[in-house]
């Protein structure tokens, strides 16, 4: 059996199931060394949903983990200075690691763990950075920051790559294909999965409540409203059209998207874990519409629910998630012509997008199975 340890910044909703599965593994003892510190579990204030935000579904369940003091003067923050321990490697140590598996380099204690155990124990990383927002042409920032990267990916053994532009990132930054594990981005599939119907039934009695017609299909939004998003382009696009386009979420653009919004625009708020398998029920497909994305877990959780997904190419996940024609892939030109190819493609046959393939393709298991194959 080998002892691997995972360095997290803090629980999240897509991991914590994940590692409950891995935990799970006969030839694997993990444990999962989180390093903001113990409040990182409680309520917090997010500034893009303007609210305090809380997860509605168990987090620390199912897997080892310990939560190291942070001594940051900024704890919580995603500076990077905002998470410093003086005990993490000390901590790992003790517990007899095998590998060490870093999840995210941007922090000065997880930094500070890929070079201290590169050579001492199999080092391995997790990270979904791409190239779509790098600038085209001569830039000194961008040189300075590629000699940087190559650097710091000096000290893996192995990185663990989520798609296409991701493993584009690792290549341009010195890794060696010998060194690149596919272990795609996934989701807790099952959660999503409505195999009775209950969600569909009531998605309907929501969209029914909040006046939806029946007769025009719904286009679906989950997530902040903030610029990065592109609502005002979409709901620019899309206001007065054959389309309802439904906003959920909040975010510094609410007032403005209200604003603007014509009657075939509906809003609903944060909606938690829980009810999110309800809410994409009520879509015949999600959109993304941003100008930049590193990936979009929530195209995975649409797919999940059965619900065809839209994005722009600026999003890290559309090269992957739209090869298997369960999506439709927008070009970064935000212009007239994206209506006639969403209209186009929102009013196909629900017999004509297969969704097993994305539910074996992008899984738990698929990550698991790349972990198992790696140890050695």
Same mark, same amino acid.
């Given at each position: ?26 030839? @694997?003892?993990?444990? *999962? !060394?989180? #390093? $903001?510190?113990?409040?990182? %579990? ?100 961008? @040189?300075?920051?590629? *000699? !940087?990267? #190559? $650097?710091?990916?000096?000290? %893996? ?220």
């Amino acid at each position: 059996m080998k002892k691997l340890a995972i360095i997290s910044s803090h629980p999240i909703q897509y991991n914590a199931p994940l590692f409950a599965l891995l935990a799970k593994e006969d030839n @694997i003892d993990l444990k *999962v !060394f989180y #390093t $903001w510190g113990v409040d990182s %579990i409680e309520e917090k204030y997010d500034p893009d949903f303007q609210q305090n935000i809380q997860w509605d579904i168990p987090l620390l369940e199912g897997y080892q983990y310990q939560f190291l003091e942070n001594t940051s003067k900024d704890p919580g923050s995603h500076h990077f200075k905002g998470i410093i321990n003086p005990e993490l490697n000390q901590e790992i140590e003790k517990w007899g690691a095998d590998i060490v598996w870093v999840w995210g380099w941007a922090f000065d204690s997880h930094l500070k763990a890929l070079r201290y155990f590169k050579g001492k124990k199999e080092v391995w990383f997790k990270g979904d950075s791409t190239l779509l927002d790098e600038s085209k042409g001569f830039n000194l920032k961008k @040189i300075l920051r590629r *000699v !940087f990267l #190559t $650097w710091v990916y000096r000290y %893996i053994d192995k990185a663990f790559y989520v798609g296409t532009h991701n493993k584009a990132y690792f290549v341009k930054h010195g890794l060696k294909e010998t060194q690149l594990v596919y272990a795609p981005h996934a989701i807790d599939n099952d959660r999503f999965a409505d195999p009775t119907g209950e969600y569909s039934k009531k998605a309907k009695e929501i969209r029914t409540k909040l006046g939806v017609s029946e007769n025009k299909k719904l286009l679906l939004f989950v997530g902040k409203f903030e610029p990065n998003k592109n609502l005002i382009s979409l709901v620019k696009l899309l206001n007065d059209k054959e389309i309802n386009l439904l906003l959920v979420g909040n975010g510094p653009q609410e007032k403005e998207l209200k604003e603007i919004a014509s009657r075939n625009i509906y809003f609903l708020p944060f909606q938690n874990q829980t009810m999110l398998p309800i809410i994409y029920q009520m879509g015949d497909a999600l959109i993304l519409y941003s100008k930049s994305e590193t990936w979009g877990l929530v195209l995975n959780e649409a797919l999940a629910c059965g619900i065809p997904i839209i994005a722009t190419k600026s999003c890290g996940a559309a090269a992957d998630l739209t090869k298997s024609k369960n999506g439709l892939l927008l070009d970064e030109n935000f212009s007239e012509n994206h209506l006639d190819l969403i209209l186009k493609f929102i009013k196909r046959e629900k017999c004509h997008f297969n969704f097993h393939q994305f539910k074996r393709a992008f899984s738990y298991e698929s990550i698991i199975c790349a972990v198992k194959s790696n140890i050695l």
